[in-house]
């Protein structure tokens, strides 16, 4: 049985990079991002699952990292908000989505709903404006009402289908 204080090794690939480090198997996602690996983007909020802050990709597949231990995910390949761009002097589109329309404000939740609505689009790319409310509902945001948000990701979604992503 682990020792639920003695560290053990996690390895995953991050934003396309190796990672390895040691962390208790109580540990959770987020706080192996934000502390072991320096990746601060992953913002952890309710520490509940119920705001989407934390929101990562895991496999493809949107994950609440406040909910999810390192150790659940060793092997695995995960995908934070750092990761989107591939470069600090640029964009991701979806990001300037954002900025295009004011979809973000304090930025709190901003890194959540990026990689929420990346992950969605990516399962189903075709979402409609019901489709993406219904998609990004489990995220919070106490800042812009939501309607930007929609705005930003429902462009977004029509500039991949016309790039034909």
């Known amino acids: 049985m682990l020792d ?3 560290p053990v090794p996690v390895t995953l690939t991050v934003n ?13 996602l987020a706080d192996f991002l934000r502390h072991e690996l320096g990746l601060t983007g992953t913002h952890v909020g309710c520490e509940q699952g119920v705001c ?7 496999d493809g ?13 060793d092997g695995s390949t995960v995908d934070t908000v750092e990761g989107l761009a591939g470069s600090a002097a640029v964009l991701h589109p979806l ?14 939740c901003t890194p959540g709903f990026l990689m929420a ?3 969605a689009l990516e399962e189903e790319p ?30 977004y979604a029509e500039q991949r289908r016309e790039a034909g992503a």
């Open 52 to 58: 989407g802050a934390c929101t990562v990709r895991v």
């Open 95 to 108: 990001q300037q989505k954002f900025w295009e329309n004011q979809a973000l404000q304090c930025g709190f």
């Open 126 to 155: 075709d979402l409609d404006r019901a489709g993406i409310r219904d998609r990004l509902s489990g995220n919070l945001c106490r800042c812009t009402g939501y309607a930007p948000i929609v705005d930003a990701v429902a462009e």
């Open 117 to 119: 609505a990346i992950a």
């Open 4 to 6: 639920p204080n003695e």
């Open 61 to 73: 597949a949107a994950v609440r990292s406040c909910l999810t231990l390192a150790v659940q995910v």
């Open 16 to 28: 396309g990079t190796a990672e390895t480090a040691r962390t208790t198997p109580r540990t959770t």
